[in-house]
């Protein structure tokens, strides 16, 4: 019940394409569900998050759309660039503060 | 003016031994965690502490100790060192429990 599943593990796309990471939880207590960026060498850094009382919260180039009855949310990255080559890990946590890491996917921008 | 700071960055050491991590952060935060990431990238929770009290200590070895001397330092020594704790360690913090982390750039233990 603790878990939160990520895809694809890796992703390849063309510089100015979509990126789209999919991420599903199966505990309902869960309500912040922040998206993770970490470059090789740092820690992760907080991208965008989101609470289950809304369905999409955009932020830049940086979008995610949430699903609260299919229990899924995605991280769409618009206008992809080279720059954003990192990986990235969703996450989900409960009101005791544990934060749930999704597997991580490895998202490489081609030039 | 690095948020969260920990050393050492790498420490490499052998089997057996008992080592420390330092975890600083100068947000003014109440609440501090250490988190493990293994070889595959991924990353569990181990502690949190919250304005110096433990509040979350997940599954984890009783080698693993976290300190709070105050609210701005966690950490962690262990004890014993064994070849499954080579991971990067990081530290984070947030203004409260259920607001958003920030994490330090970690901790790499390489245990020979």
């Known amino acids: 019940q603790q878990q939160v599943k990520q895809s694809p593990q890796s992703l390849i796309v063309q510089k100015g394409g979509i990126s789209i990471i999919n991420c599903a939880y199966e505990?309902?207590?869960?309500?912040?569900f922040p998206w993770y960026q970490q470059f090789p060498g740092k820690g992760p850094a907080l991208l965008i998050a989101?609470?289950?009382?809304?369905s999409e919260k955009k932020e830049g180039r940086f979008t995610i759309s949430f699903n609260k009855s299919a229990k899924q949310f995605s991280l769409h990255i618009m206008d992809s660039q080279p720059g954003d080559s990192a990986t990235y890990f969703c996450a989900a946590e409960n009101q005791g503060g544990k934060l749930i890491f999704g597997q991580g996917t490895e998202l490489s921008v081609k030039p | 003016d690095t948020a969260v700071s920990q050393t050492p960055k790498y420490l490499v050491t052998q089997m057996g031994n008992d080592k420390s991590i330092k975890c600083e952060q100068n947000l003014g935060h109440d609440t501090m965690y250490w988190y493990k990431q293994d070889s595959k990238k991924f990353l569990k929770i181990m502690f949190s502490y919250n304005n110096k009290e433990l509040i979350i200590n997940e599954t984890v070895p009783n080698r693993f100790s976290p300190k709070s001397p105050d609210k701005a330092h966690l950490n962690l020594h262990i004890n014993s060192l064994e070849l499954g704790d080579s991971a990067v360690y990081f530290c984070a913090s947030s203004q409260f429990v259920d607001q958003p982390q920030h994490f330090g750039d970690g901790t790499r233990l390489s245990i020979l």
């Open positions: 505990n309902t207590a869960f309500d912040y």
């Open positions: 989101i609470r289950p009382d809304v």
